[in-house]
């Protein structure tokens, strides 16, 4: 199956999306976590990067889909994926439908309300290494050292609040209105992203499974 998943910023994509493309076995593409990783590579790409994601802003959408084309056409995505923050603009779904091929199956909209996410991105800390996500009050979060390979647990340098402001607003102005274009293709799953972690995913995962058998 080849899906997009939408959410606002800390609505639990990102976890979700590891655990759905587990269970579907498709590999997880998330553009932040690409971004991510160069930054920490010290990359070309990631230095100019850097400073457009601290400020909470878009990167260019030609950037992204060059990214996006040439992480599809690896070997393993031949036979499915699940992309986890693109498209994020009119822009970057137009290209998504010229690069894929075979084109998209469905698009996840992970609803959460915007009060639920301020709070929850207020609290959520991150490995710096795996990028494993912690919440303010367990020990990995409290104590700053991640649980599974012991590198320094700290928050995400665009989870300040202005940054967070910022890119709500950019969610609402140019991500929220791409739900209405898969909604009138017919292609639009939405799922009640407040609960925990597994009751979430079992819902995610019955969305999916509903889709695929019609
Ligand atoms: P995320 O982890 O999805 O919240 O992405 C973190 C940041 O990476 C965003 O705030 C943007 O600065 C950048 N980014 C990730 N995906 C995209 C995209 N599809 N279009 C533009 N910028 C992106």
Not at 11 to 19: D, I, N, R, Y
């Amino acid at each position: 199956m080849r899906l997009v998943i939408f959410g606002r910023q800390g609505a639990g994509k990102g976890t979700q999306s590891k655990l759905l493309a587990l269970h579907l076995d498709v590999p997880h593409i998330s553009t932040g976590d690409i971004f991510r990783a160069a930054i920490s590579a010290g990359s070309e790409i990631g230095l100019a990067a850097k400073a457009i994601m601290d400020r909470g802003d878009l990167i260019p959408d030609d950037v992204l889909r060059g990214i996006v084309a040439e992480r599809l056409a690896q070997h393993d995505a031949a036979n499915g994926w699940l992309l986890d923050g693109f498209p994020r603009t009119p822009k970057q779904a137009t290209d998504l439908d010229e690069i894929a091929d075979p084109p998209l199956d469905l698009a996840i909209n992970l609803e959460v309300p915007e009060d639920v996410v301020v709070q929850r991105i207020g609290s959520r800390r991150v490995c710096e290494a795996s990028g494993h996500i912690y919440t303010v009050g367990d020990p990995a979060a409290d104590s700053a050292r991640c649980e599974i390979d012991g590198s320094p647990v700290v928050q995400r340098d665009d989870d300040t609040e202005e940054a967070v402001r910022h890119r709500l607003a950019l969610y609402a102005q140019q991500t929220e209105p791409l739900l209405g274009r898969y909604d009138r293709a017919g292609m639009l799953v939405t799922v009640d992203g407040v609960g925990d972690v597994d009751e979430v995913a079992q819902r995610v995962a019955s969305a999916v499974e509903g889709r695929k058998a019609t």
